[in-house]
Each structure stands twice: as structure tokens, then as C-alpha cells.
């Protein structure tokens, strides 16, 4: 990866030189895990995420892959970073690319399809924060458990589906959530939304 944001986000791999002119940066050994910032959805999140006060904030990002948008929130300030995925390759690429950022965040694997994995994670915790960069229908699977994650005045972040979804993940989240739609991204036919 070596994906620019403006001057604002720098996401290199380690054999990308560094770029002081800057302000953020994320380096990324990818492997065979997603997000390495090149994909539309994970580009538009971190744009979105531009936006966003993260400073003390509680974070959880669901479908983590190599962290890159964990390691971002605590680059922004967040205080309590929980990444979750469930496939092992990815949780330890993301330990890998936490030691290459000098992280501090929490990561474990959890499979959301399986009953009562998410509960053995979270553990009471609520957040500020969260970021679902999943599929369509593991977003539908995922939001009933969500609602119970979420502090007053919560923020929502969804990505990893196409434009013509995002009526249905917009009723959804309205739905299951009682969020409302602040603001929208789209790239390539992908798009993100952020729900208060």
C-alpha cells in the first residue's frame, strides 16, 4: 500500500519511503488480510473518519483485517481501541502491523455468525465509536447485536457495500439502531455512511 489522504494520511508499507509532509501515518504490511486503504470502502471510512472527533473515545471496529482503521483511531486520539476478526491470518496480521505503528489497541478473534462469540469480547464494554467495514449481509446479521454496544450519542460507521444498498442499511440501522444518517461517501460505486 501507499495511499495518500491529502496531507492529512499517509498509508505506506514498509518498503515505501516516508512522507514528512504528512500528518498521519499508518504502515501496513498486508499480507493476505483486507485493508490496506487502496480499496474505495476503506479510503472513504478514513476520509469519514477525518471528520470525526476520536479524542478519548471508546472505538470498536468490527472486520478489522490488518487494523488499519484501529491503529487510525488511536492516531486521532481514541483511548480504548477494540479490533475484532474473525478469520486468525488477519488477527495476526494485525498484531504485526500493531507493533509496526507502536499500538497499544486490543485485538481478538470473534466470529459475529457464531452465538455468543461477540458476547465472550465484549464483555459489558460500550463505545463511542464503532466501524463496520462488512459485507451487506453481515451487516444484517450484526446490527441487532450492536445495539446493545453503543454509549448515548454514539457514532456509526458502515462500509463494504455498494451504493444501491445503502436505502436498505440506512432503514436498517434506522431500525435496529433508532441512528439517523449524518453523512455519505461514495467512490467507485461503493459508499460508506456515518449514523448518529
Known sequence: PD???GDQIHVRATFH??????????????????GTGNHATTYQ?????????????????????????????????????????HDEWCVTNMHENKSLNYSSIE?????????????????????????????????DATFPQI???????????TSGYYVADADHIEQQVNNALGLSKVNQLVKKNWTVNVFK
Not at 445495539?147 to 460507521?157: A, E, F, M, P, W
Request: overall charge negative.
Open 107 to 139: 485485538i481478538e478473534a470473534c466470529n459475529l455468525l457464531i452465538e455468543g462469540d461477540l458476547d465472550k469480547v465484549i464483555k459489558d464494554k460500550k463505545f463511542d465509536i464503532i466501524l463496520a467495514n462488512l459485507n451487506r449481509n453481515l451487516l
Open 45 to 85: 471510512v478514513m476520509e469519514a473518519m477525518l471528520d470525526i472527533d476520536f479524542n478519548q473515545k471508546s472505538v470498536f471496529d468490527i472486520g478489522s483485517g490488518t487494523g488499519i482503521l484501529a491503529i487510525l483511531a488511536e492516531k486521532f486520539g481514541a483511548k480504548e481501541i477494540l479490533a475484532i476478526d
Open 147 to 157: 445495539k446493545s454496544l453503543l454509549n448515548k450519542n454514539s457514532i456509526l460507521i
Open 17 to 34: 519511503d516516508k512522507d514528512p509532509t504528512i500528518k498521519t501515518e499508518i504502515v501496513i504490511e498486508p499480507k493476505m488480510s483486507f
Open 3 to 5: 495511499t495518500k489522504i
